[in-house]
């Protein structure tokens, strides 16, 4: 748990960190986020990460709230200050405090910026990635520019409880043509019966996953066969494999879909070698 929040421009006790009830964010769901993995105290794929907050900003007409130098510090100093070896730092931006009204604000006013860190269990996550997770289908309900990070989440809560409800860490999300679009807070791959990896095109419908493109690079790199396209739950049914994608879980198997056992129920060796290959690809500064 982060014990020391960043609260635009301050370094708080937990306890005593709390944004504006004006905040659009907590108004509106009128912000954006990132989450980037911090390993051996260090941060992983910031740039990639930071240029997608960029992206997310521009989409949404949020003004950037300081400097990339600037923001760099301040998760660094949030993550020391946390004392966060290995785990995760959150950063959120938001289009700031103003009088609840639906228009944007007047020109000036401030965004606003939390950061938070927290600390992971590795051994832990390792014993998970080791036996594998269950994953279940739901509609994917949410709005059409996913590709942008909001926080507005409430589809992907709905769609993370009905996975635990029904014993499974992760839900797969299904657009309206019975093909999978990602998961509720990861990128979906399969391997096809003969070997290929497949995994959602980029678009307006998926998340543009940081874990995403590196295990891509990792995938070139390696000369394995792989295609970007749409695939169904039928597909993923019939897989050898598949696994999810993210900064908090980097390449985790997936051992049953709605019950499913997926190639013979355990982790594939895919999945498990891209998996231990993962950091030799990612950018760790």
Known sequence: MSRIAYVNGRYLPREEAAVSIEDRGYQFADGVYEVCEVRGGRLVDERRHMARLDRSLSELRIARPMSAAALSLVM????????????????????????RDFPFPPDGTRPSVVVTARSNDLSRLERVAEEGIAVVTAPDIRWQRVDIKSVALLPNVLAKQAARDQ???????????????????????????????????????????ITRSVVLDLVKAQGLKFEERAFTVEEAYAAREAF???ASQIVMPVV??????????????????????????????
């Open 256 to 285: 049953s879909i709605d019950g499913k056992p997926v190639g013979n129920g355990a982790p594939g060796l895919v999945a498990t070698a891209l998996r231990k290959d993962y950091h030799r690809y990612a950018e760790i500064v």
């Open 76 to 99: 660094r100093e949030t993550v020391r200050r946390n004392r966060v070896h290995d785990g995760i730092v959150y950063l959120q931006v938001t289009r700031g405090v103003a009088p």
């Open 167 to 209: 014993g499974a860490r992760e839900a797969w999300l299904v657009d309206a043509r019975g093909n999978v679009t990602e998961g509720a807070s990861s990128n979906a791959w399969i391997v096809s019966r003969d070997g290929v990896l497949i995994t959602r095109p980029l678009g307006r419908d998926i998340l543009p996953g």
């Open 244 to 246: 999810v994608t993210s």
